[in-house]
């Protein structure tokens, strides 16, 4: 069973910093399925599911515009987990986060913008205080 989980504390002032953590297991696509990037998104209050950042198996990273320079995303691969280095934190960076990756835990492909939120664990809420 795959399985994305994440975990992290969620509440800090606007400056600060948080880091998010996510736990991978469970794998096991077919094997004629290349291993999915993985990345960090977050529902905006506008309720839209937004990629903030992703990481491939070749350690190819992307961020989102407005997290450039202020987040990380790594991967420890020995221990399963994906993290998400947020500094410079602003009250716009409140959301709900999630870790997903790029398809549906079933190997499929998302349908809509809105599934990775939907899909994989609950999501951490993180908010951002002025």
């Known amino acids: 069973e795959v399985k994305l989980v994440e975990s992290g504390v969620a509440s800090v002032q606007a400056g600060g910093s948080l880091t998010l953590s996510c736990t991978v297991s469970?794998?096991?696509?077919?094997?004629?399925?290349?291993?999915?990037?993985l990345g960090w998104y977050r529902r905006t209050p506008g309720n839209e599911c937004e990629l903030v950042s992703s990481?491939?198996?070749?350690?190819?990273?992307y961020y989102e515009d407005s997290v450039k320079g202020r987040f990380t995303i790594s991967q420890d691969n020995a221990k399963n987990m994906m993290y998400l280095q947020m500094n410079s934190l602003k009250p716009e960076d409140t959301a709900v986060y999630y870790c997903?990756?790029?398809?549906?835990?079933?190997?499929?492909?998302?349908?809509?913008?809105?599934?990775?939120?939907?899909?994989w664990g609950q999501g951490t809420q993180v908010t951002v205080s002025s």
């Open positions: 469970g794998f096991t696509f077919d094997d004629s399925i290349l291993e999915p990037d």
């Open positions: 990481i491939g198996s070749d350690e190819r990273t």
């Open positions: 997903a990756a790029d398809r549906k835990p079933d190997g499929d492909p998302y349908h809509s913008d809105n599934e990775p939120c939907d899909a």
